[in-house]
């Protein structure tokens, strides 16, 4: 993570963010949606989620949300705010897998010195989320 953030005026589009990859697992997963008081059984009993018809337990938005933000501010740093985010969850999150994100600025506000953030965070299923996120910068 960074410990400073970076100029408004040096951020071009096209600028990529360092990739971040995320090992998917059970404390993960459960501890998300239990940090969440997100309490369905699919994120944290496995019986349950097979009951569901699925693999293993799986990860709930909220726990995706805050990782999604975790990518951004360690490229943005400290002083940045997060203006907006927008997500679209696709393939889910299982224990044992990995989650990579990347992400690139594709646009510039210079009126109010924010960038936007298109990502994607992919495991070996495909993409778990897409999305935009608006930074202000200094």
């Known amino acids: 993570m960074t410990t400073t953030t970076p100029r408004f005026d040096a951020v071009q589009i096209g600028d990529e963010l360092p990739p971040l990859s995320v090992p998917i697992t059970v404390p993960l997963i ?12 699919g994120h944290h009993d496995l019986e349950a989620a ?3 018809g699925s693999p293993h337990i799986f990860m709930n938005i909220l726990t995706t949300n805050g990782l999604v933000q975790r990518f951004v501010q360690a490229w943005a740093g400290p002083e940045a705010r997060l203006l ?26 210079v009126s ?25 910068l200094a």
């Open 50 to 52: 097979k009951a569901l």
């Open 30 to 41: 459960a501890g998300g949606a239990i940090a969440t008081r997100d309490y369905f059984p």
């Open 84 to 109: 907006d985010l927008k997500i679209k969850l696709g393939a889910p999150n299982y224990p044992g897998d990995t989650m990579v994100f990347s992400g690139a600025v594709t646009d510039r506000r």
């Open 112 to 136: 109010d010195r924010t960038v936007d953030i298109t990502l994607k965070g992919k495991n070996s299923m495909g993409s778990h989320v897409t999305g935009t996120v608006r930074v202000a």
